[in-house]
Nanobody, 123 residues
């Protein structure tokens, strides 16, 4: 069992930055790869980024490449999503998730999910 707790969401103006955190706890956390997803009102859940715990391998959806960076802190079992140059279309609830599939972009392959954190970008 793995527990995930996100934090760091909030309200920011377009062009601003936020850093999301996801603290992982439980058994064999390091055995899982981590991902970030988001869901905007009325839209389907969308893959945002994925990484292994070493941070050497990462994957991003095209719409955030060059603006978002996913990183890990193995000592603290925490993953981060640094979001720069935010746009109103980035507004969503952001979820952290854990999977046994390396760099998966499929939500159905993630076994554990956090409760989500709201990110709102005003224009």
């Amino acid at each position: 069992q793995v527990q995930l707790v996100e934090s760091g969401g909030g309200l920011v103006q377009a062009g601003g930055s936020l850093r999301l955190s996801c603290a992982a706890s439980g058994r064999a956390v390091s055995a899982y790869a981590m991902g970030w997803f988001r869901q905007a009102p009325g839209k389907e859940r969308e893959f945002v980024a994925a990484s292994n715990w070493s941070g050497r391998s990462t994957s991003y959806v095209d719409s955030v490449k060059g603006r978002f960076t996913m990183s890990t802190d193995n000592a603290k079992n925490t993953v981060f999503l640094q979001m720069n140059s935010l746009k109103p279309e980035d507004t969503a609830v952001y979820y952290c998730a854990a999977t046994v599939w390396a760099l998966s972009t499929r939500g159905d392959q993630y076994r554990y999910w956090g409760q989500g954190t709201q990110v709102t970008v005003s224009s």
